[in-house]
Each structure stands twice: as C-alpha cells, then as structure tokens.
T-cell receptor
Framework: KNQVEQSPQSLIILEGKNCTLQCNYTVSPFSNLRWYKQDTGRGPVSLTI?????NTKSNGRYTATLDADTKQSSLHITASQLSDSASYIC???????????FGPGTSLSVIP | DAGITQSPRHKVTETGTPVTLRCHQTENHRYMYWYRQDPGHGLRLIHYSYGVKDTDKGEVSDGYSVSRSKTEDFLLTLESATSSQTSVYFCAISEREGGDGYTFGSGTRLTVV
C-alpha cells in the first residue's frame, strides 16, 4: 500500500534556529515529491517540487532533499522566523496517474 | 487563494440535515477535488472531477455526493450530515491528471451537532 509518513508529528523551536523535517514514503515508482506549507486556517501552498532524479531543491530558506534509494525526503528550514509556524505536508505523486498521497504533516511552532 | 474560492468558510449544522459546500475556480482547470482534513490524518480524497459532469469517488466517499455542471463550479453535498463528517473540507484544482501541482482553496470548517 502506498503510504507517506512524516516525523516528528510536532516540533517547537526558537526563532532563528534551524530545523529538519522528515518524510518517508513507500510509493514506487513516483513522479515527483512536493512539500507544502499550510498556515492555520488556510489551504496548503506548494514550497518545493522534486522529480525522482533530483537530490535537492531550494526555495529561499527552505531546502528539500530527496534520496530515492532509501525513499526519504527532508525539508530543512534555515534561520527560522515566526511566520514559519505552520504545518508542513509531504506529498508524493505516483507515476501511474493515481491520486497523490498526502502525509499527515508536521506541525512546526516557532517561538520568540 | 487566487483563482479558487470556497463557500461558506464556516458552517454549523444539525445531524440529519443536508449540506452543500461550493467550490468556484477562475483558472479553467479541468480537474477539481474535494478533500477532508482531520487531526492525525493526511488530506483524504472524497470525490474528484475530470470534466463537466465527469466525477468519480475517492477513498472516503460514503455519505457524500458531488456535482459539476460547469467547469468553474464543483459542489459537495452531504445528504444527511453526521457528527463523523465534522471536519475541514478543502477544494483543490489542477491542470493535469493525478492532482499534480494542486492549488487549494482556503477551506470550509463544518461542524455537525
């Protein structure tokens, strides 16, 4: 069964610190992997997208990595800001045009 | 969210009553989706549409129906609301099959009492 798991479930960090969120998936083969950011009370917004052949992708202070061999992805946030407080969702798109698979998300709280 | 709006944003309804949620897009995207989001679960697909009058079930479709009479509108109906349908509902649109590259609406928070 295709699944996407994320860890940790929640995380609290001090403003200015770095953090890394993890995503493990069993979807194979897959077309691409995206990380979404979901602010409280809003819909998810795409942060990064990586195809199976890419290892890393950056978007400002957000850097996503992908290891297709171990089926793991990570999202690294550098110099966190209060506005980074949100849920971060890992989403994998299978090759077969089946519907995308959402992870449960990691809730990040950045405190002053 | 640009190009996609959901209404209402919040709704409280009683058990057993019918409820319709609306999703409207201005992007002319072919694919539209309804998801529900509950604590501890990822977004779960309820129904989706791949064109006017073309719809199909997702993984949690029981108790829900949908209609798409125009490209821009996708309606989700709870025929007889139950407390287990208390959730946040998101509509999403995409240009390509498979839901790659979604644009999400802002969600509808539905409470069934």
């Amino acid at each position: 069964k295709n699944q996407v798991e994320q860890s940790p479930q929640s995380l609290i960090i001090l403003e200015g610190k770095n953090c890394t969120l993890q995503c493990n998936y069993t979807v194979s083969p897959f077309s691409n992997l995206r990380w979404y950011k979901q602010d409280t009370g809003r819909g998810p917004v795409s942060l990064t997208i990586m195809t199976f052949s890419e290892n890393t992708k950056s978007n400002g202070r957000y850097t996503a990595t992908l290891d297709a061999d171990t089926k793991q992805s990570s999202l690294h946030i550098t110099a966190s800001q209060l506005s980074d407080s949100a849920s971060y969702i890992c989403v994998v798109s299978p090759f077969s045009y089946d519907k995308v698979i959402f992870g449960p998300g990691t809730s990040l709280s950045v405190i002053p | 969210d640009a190009g996609i709006t959901q209404s209402p944003r919040h709704k409280v309804t009683e058990t057993g009553t019918p409820v319709t949620l609306r999703c409207h897009q201005t992007e002319n995207h072919r694919y539209m989706y309804w998801y529900r989001q509950d604590p501890g679960h990822g977004l779960r697909l309820i129904h989706y549409s791949y064109g006017v009058k073309d719809t199909d079930k997702g993984e949690v479709s029981d108790g829900y129906s949908v209609s798409r009479s125009k490209t821009e509108d996708f309606l989700l109906t709870l025929e007889s609301a139950t407390s287990s349908q208390t959730s946040v509902y998101f509509c999403a649109i995409s240009e390509r099959e498979g839901g790659d590259g979604y644009t999400f609406g802002s969600g509808t928070r539905l409470t069934v009492v």
